[in-house]
Nanobody, 123 residues
């Protein structure tokens, strides 16, 4: 069982930055691929970024490439999402998720989910 708790969301102006963090419980964090997803009101959940268990593989949705960076610290059981050059269309609830071993863009492959943290970008 893995429990995930996100933090770091908030209100920021367009062009600003936020750093989201996800803290995971359990002793097997390094054996889990981690992902960030987001869901805006009235829209489906969208893949944002993912990272493999040892951090050597990352994938991003095209709309955030060059602006967002996913990273992990297995010693601290945390995964982060650094978000720069934020746009109003980045406004959403951001959720952290975990799955066995590898990175994945597909939400149905994730077994564990956090409650989410709200990110609001004003224009």
């Amino acid at each position: 069982q893995v429990q995930l708790v996100e933090s770091g969301g908030g209100l920021v102006q367009a062009g600003g930055s936020l750093r989201l963090s996800c803290a995971a419980s359990g002793r097997t964090f390094s054996s889990h691929g981690m992902g960030w997803f987001r869901q805006a009101p009235g829209k489906e959940r969208e893949f944002v970024a993912t990272i493999s268990g040892n951090g050597d593989i990352t994938y991003y949705v095209d709309s955030v490439k060059g602006r967002f960076t996913i990273s992990r610290d297995n010693a601290k059981n945390t995964v982060a999402l650094q978000m720069n050059s934020l746009k109003p269309e980045d406004t959403a609830v951001y959720l952290c998720a975990a799955r066995p071993w590898s990175a994945s863009r597909w939400s149905y492959e994730y077994d564990y989910w956090g409650q989410g943290t709200q990110v609001t970008v004003s224009s």
